[in-house]
């Protein structure tokens, strides 16, 4: 009688799931506005050096005066000649002529943050990372002390202040301050929902809800937040708005209870009882009390068992005490890396293609929706590793057709194909992204879960600090980016099958379990491919004794 069974008896997809799955994706909306805002109140439009000469002439004009100077954003002219600019010799620009973005006004031009301060914008980001990594190692751990549910909500409210922190500020020490409490949430609250909802859907239902939920709401919050920012025009009334509906989160306990399994391996059985009679209530089911009796005696008998064999409680550490667990905890490390550095280089990268960046970003979003379609029709047939996989293969062959395009075509003439380019790269590592994501949380054991993940994607966060150096080396070559993160995407599809498939297979809640379930799968084992090795026993008593031994 293990938990899987019970929620079948509660109603592994009914009313209450609904419920949680259209607060997933409300969650979804607040990540989307969230994590972007850093791309949009710093958007750095084309400017040049103001001259008094230079007040009564249109944007063309002033273009076509510094067409012939080399630094055009920083360079100070001495006066206009027959409609030539002459570049002085001395002197510095304090003052700028900005082509804006229909009128809207962002951070960079509002407190003039070029030339000399234009490393203002770039430092708040890195905080903003920073804030992240801090951020994920303290929830993704209060989340297992506390409850998936209370860490989400201390996430969600510490990232809103941020921004509306943010929306107030003047000068540059502020801005960087601000940026690191908004960081404090970024993924954050995303991934604490994704393990809520995760644990109250049946394995089949997960990848139909958690992949759909996330594409259509996700993609509507990308698509939408470049245009509401141009509505607004301004930076510190976008993040007004970014900010404020992240209150309706302190809704969420009113409407859904804290994760069962969870509460199960905290021993709180009185606590799990509860939340699964009102997930029974709520979906319409009857279940009788001697089947929750017997449940919660198969959990007590279960956990009291694993104490006598194991004296230590189940941390993100012991998950490196045993070998092939900790091959697989390495190569979870490794892939969140790539990921998401691949993910955040090919996303935020949307300048200098020939098209408005807000237009760009607004139409190649719609990426999310064939992703998560993608994600629905395969990753059931072909399995979570050949999903990885393939979707990283694709992707880097993406990437790197994208590169040499942009090096041999000019971008203003050929805008068109290039935006195309963008969305299909948008499209494959969106779907390496989204897959990673439910693979990790099907191979961590229930009892870590919360902290493993918040770790995994500590690394992954931290390497978005790489994020800027990786898109500058296109001033040594334009392809170079591209090549880059395509060599990391086809070294991240090798890593996949280091791990072990998921799809159809009971799931470990223990450290001692997980070492079973990945020592007894072969690396090359594809369910589409080769039948499931018989072997699999990750209950038998005989290995976790052998696995204490080790």
């Known amino acids: 009688m293990d938990f ?27 990540s989307s506005l969230h994590y972007f805002s850093q791309t949009l109140i710093t958007f750095t439009p084309e400017h040049w050096c103001y001259h008094d000469d230079l007040q009564d002439l249109n944007v ?20 206009v000649v027959n409609g030539t600019g002459v570049a002085a010799e001395t002197g510095q620009c304090r003052d700028w002529i900005f082509k804006r973005e229909q009128g809207y006004e962002s951070v960079t031009t509002e407190l003039k943050w070029v030339c000399d301060k234009s490393h203002h914008s770039a430092v708040g980001q890195s905080f903003f990372f920073i804030g992240s990594v801090v951020g994920t190692v303290i929830f993704g751990n209060l989340s297992d002390r506390i409850g998936r549910l209370p860490a989400l909500l201390l996430a969600t409210i510490a990232g809103a202040s941020g921004d509306f922190l943010t929306s107030f500020i003047y000068s540059f020490p502020l801005f960087a301050f601000s940026r690191f409490v908004s960081g404090l949430s970024t993924d954050t609250m995303y991934y604490l929902m994704y393990i809520l909802v995760f644990e109250y859907l049946s394995p089949k239902q997960r990848t139909f809800g958690l992949n759909i939920i996330l594409a259509f709401f996700y ?19 976008y993040l007004w708005l970014a900010s404020l509906p992240a209150l309706g989160v302190l809704a969420y306990p009113l409407l859904i209870c804290e ?10 059985y009185d606590r799990a ?7 029974a209530k709520f979906n319409g089911q009857q279940v009788e009390d001697s089947v929750i009796d017997e449940f919660v005696k198969h959990y007590s008998e279960k956990i009291t068992e694993q104490q ?3 004296s230590h409680e189940d941390t993100f550490m012991g998950m490196f005490r045993t070998p092939h667990l900790r091959r697989c905890t390495l190569s979870l490390l490794f892939k969140s890396i790539i990921i998401t550095l691949s993910y955040d280089v090919i996303n935020r990268n949307m300048e200098g293609l020939g098209t408005s960046p807000f237009k760009l970003f607004s139409y190649t979003s719609i990426n999310y929706l064939p992703a998560g379609c993608t994600i629905l029709l395969l990753q059931n047939n072909i399995g979570r590793k050949g999903m990885a996989c393939g979707a990283l293969m694709v992707g880097g062959i993406i990437t790197t057709v994208t590169g040499f395009l942009i090096a041999f075509m000019d971008p203003k003439e050929n805008a068109l194909l290039l935006a195309i380019m963008i969305g299909l790269g948008r499209y494959g590592v969106t779907v390496s992204y989204d897959a990673e994501i439910q693979y990790a949380a099907e191979i961590i054991p229930t009892s870590v879960r919360g902290r493993a993940l918040s770790n995994i994607h500590v690394v992954g966060l931290a390497s978005n600090s790489l994020v800027f150096y990786v898109i500058y080396l296109a001033k040594f070559y334009k392809p170079l980016p591209s090549i880059f993160i395509s060599c990391l995407m086809f070294l991240g599809a090798a890593l996949c099958l280091t791990l072990p498939e998921t799809l159809n297979q009971k799931l470990p809640e223990n450290l001692a379990e997980a070492e079973s379930f990945v020592k007894n799968q072969p690396s090359l ?3 589409w491919f080769r039948k499931p090795p018989t072997n699999i026993n990750i209950h038998s008593k005989k290995e976790t004794e052998s696995i204490k031994r080790l």
């Open 4 to 30: 899987s069974t019970v929620l079948e008896k509660c109603g592994d997809f009914g009313r209450f799931q609904h419920v949680i799955l259209l607060l997933y994706g409300y969650t979804n909306i607040l």
């Open 60 to 79: 063309s004009e002033v273009r076509s005066i510094y067409a012939n100077v080399t630094n055009k954003s920083c360079t100070l002219l001495e006066g």
């Open 219 to 237: 993609c509507f919050g990308l698509m939408t937040s470049p245009w509401v920012a141009i509505w607004i025009g301004n930076w510190r009334h």
């Open 259 to 268: 994760s069962a399994q969870w509460l199960l391996t905290k021993k709180k």
């Open 273 to 279: 009882v509860k939340c699964l009679k009102w997930v």
């Open 308 to 310: 006598k064999l194991n």
């Open 525 to 527: 084992y594809f369910p």
